[in-house]
């Protein structure tokens, strides 16, 4: 009885973004308020007019260095702000070096991209704009054209009380839409607090008790988000590493054909490889998987999973085969499924953008 006046109360204070009149966002069902606004950075409170400019931003093409992308081009929300591809295609139609992972729930993160290079939103939502993969642009052109623009410069004031318009703003703008970028109301947040008989199938919930036992799953993808914000080397690509000059030296730097990961920001050999955990919160609408693309159903990476991943010298200790069945692996995917929230699906593009 007590979980089911939870959910209700629960359900009165998780309204989705869309609903809620003040500065700060309610949260959905499967987020604790107090977690999601102590997650906010002191120097950049969120406000309606730092949302809404940042969702501008976001979307705005003329932020790239030719015109023809945007943040929102890879971080499309239809695919749970991901593009759906191998790999993302940058301005001149050159391609990055790994898969665009989902923006969702990244206001709960630590450390950002595969590699936690950046250590917070605002220093995450600058990189892009710079990368001569991606929108190949300089800061002080993006400063320069986003100040030629009156509509700009008005909304600017409005977010930040006067028209100058700063990298540091602009990180702070586009930190703030996405934080606002959360995902939850799935069918295992409302079994999770006593929703409605059957929230979540049979086949889900026989797969949420493998997920937390002989899969193994917890051990990285932890608490509400999924993610333990963590490195692990669990494989991924170790199929075409070149070790013949390694073999020789003995120095980690020679490996050839893979990603080294972490390790190319921390020079820690366990790190070799490693890359973050991501949430699984939207999986199942954000295929291609992993750093490089190459998973390309939920079955796949069970499948990879359950062989242990790829053998490398320097595999994550947590993996393992773990002799799943077939039916086991059907019930995971269901579980896995379930995470699909529904609070965000009214995220849309603008219609219109500043002049």
Not at 80 to 104: C, S
Not at 115 to 135: F, K, N, V, W, Y
């Amino acid at each position: 009885m007590f979980r089911r006046i939870a959910f209700f109360f629960v359900l009165l204070i998780a309204l989705p973004i869309a609903g809620f009149g003040g500065d700060i966002p309610r949260v959905p069902l499967g987020h604790d308020e107090i977690r999601y606004l102590n997650s906010m950075p002191k120097d950049n409170p969120l406000t309606r007019s730092k949302i809404a400019l940042g969702k501008l931003l976001f979307f705005d093409k003329r932020l790239s260095r030719d015109g023809s992308i945007a943040c929102g081009s890879c971080h499309q929300p239809h695919r749970a702000f991901t593009d759906g591809r191998v790999l993302p295609t940058g301005i001149n139609g050159q391609t990055a070096k790994r898969n665009v992972p989902t923006l969702l729930n990244l206001v709960y993160g630590s450390a950002y991209f595969y590699d936690g290079r950046a250590t917070s939103l605002e220093e995450q939502a600058l990189i892009p704009l710079q990368s001569h993969a991606e929108m190949g642009n300089t800061l002080d052109r993006v400063v320069a054209t986003l100040s030629a623009i009156s509509g700009y410069r008005a909304r600017f004031k409005a977010a930040f009380g006067d028209r100058a318009i700063t990298p540091d703003r602009i990180a702070k703008a586009l930190a703030a839409f996405e934080r606002v970028l959360i995902s939850g109301e799935s069918p295992y947040d409302l079994f999770e607090y006593g929703g409605p008989k059957g929230s979540m199938s049979q086949s889900a919930l026989r797969g949420l008790r493998l997920f937390r036992a002989k899969a193994r799953c917890t051990h990285c993808h932890a608490g509400f988000n999924y993610t333990d914000e963590d490195f692990h080397n669990i494989g991924v690509g170790w199929d075409r590493a070149d070790f013949s000059t390694y073999e020789k030296t003995g120095n980690i730097d020679d490996i050839k054909g893979v990603d080294p990961g972490r390790y190319a920001h921390t020079k820690k050999p366990q790190h070799f490889g490693a890359m973050k955990t991501p949430t699984l919160r939207e999986i199942a609408r954000t295929a291609p998987y992993m750093h490089n693309g190459r998973i390309k159903t939920l079955k796949e990476i069970v499948e990879f999973y359950d062989k242990g991943g790829i053998a490398n010298p320097f595999l994550d200790e947590l993996i393992a085969p773990l002799d799943l069945t077939d039916a086991e692996k059907r019930d995971l995917i269901a579980f896995l499924k379930a995470l699909n929230g529904s609070n965000w699906l009214h995220i849309a593009p603008p219609f219109r953008f500043p002049d």
